[in-house]
C-alpha cells in the first residue's frame, strides 16, 4: 500500500485528492507556487514544498522541482489530479523511471490516445462507432476530395490537439483551403505536430461522455455517462448524470463501446471515453479519451456511490478493483455547477480580489469541492474555478430545484461568479428538457446580463445602502475602517 502521495496540482482537486489520501490513512505532500503560499490546499496537507513562481512553467509544470519535491519529502506516489501534467506521457514515465507510483494510467495508454489519429484508428479496428472521415491526409486535393464525400459541414481537427484546441469548422469549398492552412499553423506552432483530421461535423448534438475504470489485472468496467453539453468555448459548465436523452439501452451500448475503446489500449486507472450523440438519428461516436480524472468525477461518485479517487489510490498500488460490471448500478440523479471567477455580463472576463465572503451551501444532498475561503486572494495566475457545487436527488427534477436553491445559498463577496448565469442555464426551458446540445450556449446563451428587475432590486438596495447576503437585504457596512468593507470592492455587483 502507499504511504505517501505528492499532490501535483492545486485548488479544489488537491484538496479533494487529499481527503481520499486522510480516509486511506495515507500522508499527503502539497506543492505550492509563491502566489499559492497561503492557499487551503497548502493548510491542508501534512506537509508542503515550494516549487517556484508563480507561473505554472515554474512551479505546478515544473517536472524536475516536482520529482525533487517528491525525492525530499519520500513520497512513494505522485497524483497529477486534472490539467497541469496530468496527460503529459513524459511526466508519468519521469515519474516511473524515479520509482515512483504515478496514480494513472501508463505513459503508453496516455501517448495513444493524445494523438486524436492514432487512436481513432484504433477505435475504428475496434469497431468503436467513429465520425465519419480522414486521417492522415497531406494535400489540399485530398482534403478537397475528402470534404467533397463527406459532405459539408465538416471539422478541421489537429490530431495532436483535443479539448477543442485547433478545431475549424468549414461550412463551404470555398472556405476550405485558409481552413486547412490555418489549422495546420496553428497545429504546428501549438502542438509541433501539423498532422489534421477531417470529419463530418454533426453541429446540433450533444456531449455525453463515459467514465471507465480499470485495474492492473485486466478488470475494466464503465461506471455510466455523464452529459456535459452545457459548455462556453470547450469549457464545461454544468455537468450531470443520467444523460436525460439515454435510454437504458443506448446507455448499454454506448458503456460497452466506452470499455472496447479503453481495451485497446489496456487500459487501467480511471479515464473518460468521450461521445457526440445526435438525438435525431440516434447515433453516437467517439471523439476522444481523456486519460486523466475529471473535474466533473463527482456526478458520477453521487450517481454509484463509489469514490473514485480512493480506487485510484488503491488500483495504482496494484489492488485488484472488486466490482464487475453487474456490481455497478446508477442511482438518482447528480448535477454539478462549476462556479467560476468570470464576469459573465463582461463576456466571461476573469474577476480578481480577496474573497470578502465565502459561505457555502448545505443540506441534503449538497456537496460542495471548494479550494477557497474567506480571506484568500484570487489571482489571474490559474484557472479561475474556485469551486464545484453537485447535489445529489432522487431525479432530475428535484435535482434541479436542489441546484438553483443551492447556488442561491452559495454566498460569494470580493469576486464577479458566473452563478447567476447558471441559475439563468437551469431555468430554462431547453435545459429542463434536455435540448441543450454543444452549440447551444453560443448560441442561445452566450451574451448574458442581470435581468432587469433583479438588477433594478440591486440599485435600489445600493442606494438604500443595504447589501444582499443569502437573497436577504442587510444593511451595509458604512464604517472606513472595515478592511472587509464590500462597498470597498470594485467589480462585485452584488454590491
Ligand atoms: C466534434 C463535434 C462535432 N462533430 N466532432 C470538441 C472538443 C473535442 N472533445 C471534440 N469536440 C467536438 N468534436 C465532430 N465531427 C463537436 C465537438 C464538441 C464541440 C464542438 C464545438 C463547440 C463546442 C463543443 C463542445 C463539445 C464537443
Same mark, same amino acid.
Given at each position: 500500500m502507499l504511504t505517501k502521495i505528492l499532490i501535483a496540482n492545486r485548488g479544489e482537486i488537491a484538496i479533494r485528492i487529499m481527503r481520499a489520501c486522510r480516509e486511506l490513512g495515507i500522508k499527503t505532500i502539497a506543492v505550492y507556487s509563491e502566489a499559492d503560499h497561503n492557499a487551503q490546499h497548502v493548510q491542508f496537507a501534512d506537509e508542503a514544498v515550494l516549487l517556484g513562481g508563480a507561473a505554472p512553467k515554474e512551479s505546478y509544470l515544473n517536472v524536475e522541482a516536482l520529482l525533487r519535491a517528491a525525492h525530499d519529502s519520500q513520497a512513494d506516489?505522485?497524483?497529477?489530479?486534472?490539467?497541469?501534467?496530468?496527460? $503529459?506521457?513524459?511526466?508519468?514515465?519521469?515519474?516511473?523511471?524515479a520509482n515512483l507510483t504515478f496514480i494513472g494510467p501508463s505513459a503508453d495508454s496516455i501517448r495513444a490516445m493524445g494523438d486524436k489519429a492514432e487512436s481513432k484508428i484504433l477505435m475504428k479496428k475496434a469497431g468503436v462507432p467513429t465520425v465519419p472521415g480522414y486521417e492522415g491526409l497531406e494535400t489540399y486535393e485530398e482534403f478537397l476530395k475528402a470534404a467533397n464525400e463527406i459532405g459539408y459541414p465538416v471539422l478541421v481537427k489537429a490530431a495532436a490537439g483535443g479539448g477543442g484546441k485547433g478545431m475549424r469548422v468549414v461550412n463551404a469549398e470555398s472556405e476550405l483551403k485558409e481552413a486547412i492552412e490555418l489549422a495546420r499553423s496553428e497545429a504546428r506552432n501549438a502542438f509541433g505536430d501539423e498532422r489534421l483530421l477531417i470529419e463530418k461535423y454533426l453541429a446540433e448534438a450533444h456531449h455525453i461522455e463515459i467514465q471507465v475504470f480499470g485495474d492492473k489485472h485486466g478488470n475494466l468496467v464503465h461506471l455510466f455517462e455523464r452529459e456535459c453539453s452545457v459548455q462556453r468555448r470547450h469549457q464545461k459548465i454544468i455537468e450531470e448524470s443520467p444523460s436525460p436523452l439515454l435510454t437504458p439501452e443506448l446507455r448499454a451500448k454506448m458503456g460497452e463501446a466506452a470499455v472496447n475503446a479503453a481495451k485497446t489500449v489496456g487500459y487501467y486507472n480511471a479515464g473518460t471515453v468521450e461521445f457526440i450523440f445526435d438525438p435525431k438519428t440516434q447515433q453516437y461516436y467517439f471523439l476522444e479519451m481523456n486519460t486523466r480524472l475529471q473535474v466533473e468525477h463527482p456526478v458520477t461518485e453521487l450517481v454509484t456511490g463509489l469514490d473514485l479517487v480512493h480506487w485510484q489510490i488503491r488500483i495504482a498500488a496494484g489492488e485488484k478493483f472488486p466490482f464487475s460490471q453487474s456490481d455497478l448500478h446508477q442511482h438518482g440523479h447528480a448535477i454539478e455547477c462549476r462556479v467560476y471567477a468570470e464576469d459573465p455580463t463582461t463576456g466571461f472576463l476573469p474577476s480578481t480580489g480577496k474573497l470578502l465572503q465565502f459561505i457555502q451551501p448545505q443540506g441534503p444532498g449538497i456537496r460542495v469541492d471548494s479550494g477557497f475561503a474567506a480571506g484568500d486572494e484570487v489571482?489571474?495566475?490559474?484557472?479561475?474555478?474556485?469551486? =464545484?457545487?453537485?447535489?445529489?436527488?432522487?431525479?432530475?427534477?428535484?435535482?434541479? =430545484?436542489?441546484?438553483? $436553491?443551492?447556488? $442561491?445559498?452559495?454566498?460569494?463577496?470580493?469576486?464577479?461568479? $458566473?452563478?447567476?448565469?447558471?441559475?439563468?442555464?437551469?431555468?430554462?426551458?431547453?435545459? =429542463?428538457?434536455? =435540448?441543450?446540445?454543444?452549440?447551444?450556449?453560443?448560441t442561445k446563451f452566450g451574451e448574458w446580463s442581470i435581468p432587469q428587475p433583479e438588477l433594478n432590486a440591486l440599485i435600489a438596495a445600493a442606494l438604500a445602502d443595504v447589501v444582499f447576503v443569502g437573497g436577504k437585504a442587510q444593511p451595509a457596512v458604512s464604517n472606513e475602517t472595515d478592511p472587509f468593507n464590500p462597498w470597498k470592492q470594485t467589480g462585485n455587483y452584488r454590491n
Open positions: 506516489a505522485i497524483h497529477p489530479g486534472y490539467g497541469f501534467l496530468s496527460e $503529459n506521457a513524459s511526466f508519468a514515465a519521469a515519474v516511473a523511471s489571482t489571474h495566475f490559474y484557472d479561475p474555478l474556485l469551486a =464545484k457545487l453537485i447535489v445529489y436527488a432522487g431525479n432530475r427534477e428535484d435535482a434541479i =430545484k436542489r441546484m438553483q $436553491n443551492a447556488l $442561491n445559498d452559495f454566498i460569494v463577496h470580493g469576486v464577479v461568479t $458566473n452563478m447567476d448565469y447558471m441559475r439563468a442555464v437551469l431555468e430554462t426551458d431547453d435545459f =429542463k428538457t434536455g =435540448k441543450v446540445t454543444t452549440r447551444w450556449v453560443e
